[in-house]
């Protein structure tokens, strides 16, 4: 059989399947005022800006930006999306402080590895704090700890909201909460040790892998319980993208890790499907779940394409699932499935544009909503930076790209602008939505919000820059047969150096975040007007 | 979208094609591929040294996949031929790596026979090599006043060596060696198959 010809074939016939199966779901595929998208306002709420992070001066401010709003919003859709909000606080305050923990675990184990690179007999008496194990332990923490709990945390307190419902078995996810990160905590201390089973983002051993898929299991199953006792027809293009994420992942999971089933190099293109698709049908789905919510939300206005948005699900779906064997370009490993995985990276595009351009419409003629609204700031550059990392994704799969920055300090820069630049910026934005809303109290400190914002931006883009031209240089120093090997390390050194002062600004930035929330959560610092600045209905709940 | 059921459904079915063409479909494929000729187990040293190959996190910086001489020249480098699908038939887990922090490994063993050069650059690397960024790795060696019997006693150049001592390897170091010095596929690969090659025009 001429595999080639078989997989042109099955391509064409899938991709021409997905476009049915999308055109099955449209409802008015060519409306521009989608219902669907009007899911998450209740009546006479559109044009209405919602920013709890924002301080009164700066709601003011932030409404002064939108045209006026059309009428009061009806109270009692209001007063049920407060009791949404009052059952999914608890689950989301345990998941949201975890992820802060770990968000700080990782930042200061990335940033010991990354000066480790430029300084290598720096702290090398112990075993643990060796690059090889530190640095692992940074994506561990972050793969396994930040993104997943934030991500997860965020989920729990927006599907209430939009499924117009309260949170049902919330006493599940807190339980599943702290076996996940019991189970975390016991595999960063493994990794520690030296306990691995060496492949990359799967390191943390099986046997403890069983807790996180309990741990996952129970978070995930009061999203299940909510979504069966949904009180809206109409499921929002969020609570897709989020319904999803969650059958996915423990699917990935738990085939990577079955025991004594996979050799050699099959083992390897499961690797990299699941550590691509970790990415792509876990983070990203979980993130742009939340891009779809708050970036409407928060300006009041329904997004511009629902139908746009559909597309950009399926073919995310489609498409995402078969990219990662580009992680094995020119590797040893059968031609077709390289070629599969180029071509899906491609293709990869359209969903991207999709989303991007539906981000942007939304988006357009309200940009001085940024200059107000926290939480904007952050969604909408973590929204900027999944269309820049996904572009570069999808040209870094072919094979002349490929071919010099493979192997180079250039993948793990763009793997950085996806899972920080997108993933992390988005999450934070969330969290700056969502705590005023878990704890009913607002940020204590308005400023140290913008501290953290400049911090993590400037720090972020150093961090890019640098690490971009080091995998560059080192790239076409390798290609180039007539420069000893040592040359292509003796470039990058600088901006190896450039990569640490990055990282430490975003450290800096997230010890800001960590100190802010945990004021927050302990409930010090100064009160201006309390809860009531939330709403003008939150007084009396 | 209003079914729920649809959805998930829909959404585990994407996911199933993407585990048929890149778990299902290599599986069936690679499952009956056999060791290329002239490739041995690994010995019980050396499989207890890629285990410490593994503790130690080598493979974030080394691969093990020499690319062909169209694409790269991993060959002039002294990395080796491109590797094929039964140089790693006694590999579990695979180890072939994402970064080339420092050089390929896969053939290192031919390239570097001498287990003294490779203890000595485990314990500094910049004794042998001026500017690497590799980490050196004290803890894997014991610093004593004078061996004892049986150790295996570091060689270093005198400036690396500690003042008033020998640098002993652990176990681990040794092992750790072993399993360096059988990456060895200089032997030559089979007839590729047409569709399980590597990249080659």
């Known amino acids: 059989m001429d595999i080639p010809l078989l997989l042109l074939s099955s391509f064409i016939i899938a991709v021409t399947g997905l476009f049915f199966f999308i055109w099955s779901l449209r409802r008015g595929l060519l409306d521009p005022d989608a219902a669907g998208a009007k899911v998450i306002f209740s009546p006479g709420e559109i044009g209405r800006v919602e920013e709890p992070a924002a301080t009164g001066v700066g709601q003011r401010e ?4 939108m045209t006026a709003s059309h009428g009061e919003p009806d109270a009692d859709e209001l007063q049920a999306r407060l009791a949404a909000d009052a059952s999914s606080a608890r689950p989301a305050f345990v998941l949201l402080g975890f992820a802060v923990f770990w968000l700080l675990v990782a930042s200061l184990a990335g940033l010991t590895s990354s000066i480790k690179l430029h300084e290598p007999d720096w702290l090398t008496q112990y075993a643990w704090l060796s690059f090889g194990r530190i640095r692992t332990i940074h994506l561990n923490a972050v793969a396994y700890g930040w ?21 049902e078995g919330a006493r599940f996810a807190v339980c599943g909460a702290v076996l996940w990160n019991i189970g975390l905590a016991i595999g960063i201390g493994c990794i520690a040790v030296g306990i691995n089973d060496g492949m990359e983002w799967l390191e943390i051993p099986g046997q403890v892998g069983v807790l996180f898929a309990v741990g996952g299991a129970m978070i995930g199953l009061p999203l299940v319980f909510t979504l069966r006792r949904r009180k809206v027809e109409h499921l929002y293009v969020s609570v897709w993208y989020m319904g999803a994420a969650l059958f996915w992942f423990p699917v990935l999971y738990i085939v990577a890790k079955l025991p004594n089933l996979h050799f050699g190099v099959e083992q390897a293109t499961m690797n990299w499907w699941f550590g691509h698709n970790v990415l792509g049908l876990f983070y990203t789905p979980l993130s742009l779940a939340a891009v779809y919510y708050f970036l409407p939300k928060v300006i009041g206005r329904p997004i511009q394409s629902y139908n746009l948005s559909l597309i950009g699900f399926w073919c995310l779906a489609f498409f995402y699932g078969q990219v990662g064997g580009h992680h094995l370009v020119g590797g040893p490993v059968p031609e077709w499935l390289v070629t599969l995985s180029i071509v899906q990276s491609i293709m990869m595009i359209v969903p991207v544009v999709a989303f991007s351009l539906n981000q942007h419409l939304t988006m357009r003629g309200h940009f001085a909503a940024l200059k107000h609204s926290p939480t904007l700031r952050f969604v909408v ?8 990392s996904s572009i570069q994704g999808s040209f870094e799969a072919l094979r002349s790209v490929n071919t010099v920055t493979h192997f180079t300090h250039f993948t ?5 602008l996806g899972l920080y630049g997108f993933v992390t910026l988005v999450m934070f934005g969330a969290i700056y939505f969502a705590m005023p809303r878990i704890v009913s109290r607002e940020w204590p400190y308005p400023k140290l919000i913008a501290v953290h914002f400049w911090l993590v931006a400037i720090g972020f883009a150093i961090y890019f820059v640098s690490l971009t031209t080091a995998g560059l240089l080192q790239g076409f120093a390798m290609l180039d047969a007539s420069k000893p090997f040592m040359e292509s390390v003796r470039v990058t050194l600088p901006w190896l150096e450039g990569r640490s002062i990055g990282g430490a600004l975003m450290t800096l930035g997230h010890l800001a975040f960590a100190a802010h929330f945990l004021l927050m959560a302990l409930a010090r610092g100064p009160r201006r007007s309390g809860a009531a600045i939330l709403r003008p209905l939150a007084r009396t709940a | ?34 060791p290329t000729p002239g490739l041995k187990p690994y010995t019980e040293v050396q499989l207890r040294g890629r285990q410490e190959y593994i503790r130690q996190g080598c493979v974030y910086c080394h691969s093990q996949q020499p690319r062909d001489p169209s694409q790269a020249p991993d060959d002039k480098r002294g990395w080796g031929r491109p590797s094929v699908a039964g140089d790693y038939y006694y590999d579990r887990p695979h180890l072939l790596g994402t970064m080339r922090t420092g050089p390929d490994l896969l053939n290192i063993g031919a390239r570097q026979p001498s287990p003294d050069w490779q203890l000595g650059h485990l314990y500094q690397p910049r004794a042998y090599t001026p500017g690497s960024i590799m980490p050196a790795y ?9 061996a004892g019997p049986g150790d295996k006693v570091v060689a270093l150049p005198p400036q690396f060596a500690p003042a008033g001592g020998v640098v002993v390897a652990t176990q681990e170091a040794q092992d750790l060696v072993a399993y360096l010095l059988s990456l060895d596929r200089t032997f030559p690969a089979l007839a590729p198959l047409a569709d399980a090659s590597p990249a080659s025009k």
Do not use: C, D
């Open chain 1, 62 to 65: 932030l409404q002064r930006t």
């Open chain 1, 381 to 388: 550059l973590g929204g900027m930076m999944y269309t820049l």
């Open chain 1, 412 to 416: 793990v820069a763009h793997a950085h």
């Open chain 1, 147 to 167: 993104a997943p709990m934030a991500a997860l945390g965020v989920a729990l307190w927006m599907m209430p909201r939009l499924l117009k419902t309260r949170l």
């Open chain 2, 138 to 146: 004290p803890f894997l060696f014991e610093v004593k006043s004078e």
């Open chain 2, 1 to 34: 979208m209003e079914n729920h059921v649809k959805l998930i459904s829909g959404a585990m079915v994407t996911l199933a094609i993407a585990t048929a063409s890149l778990v299902v479909l290599p599986y069936l494929q690679l499952r009956h591929e056999p």
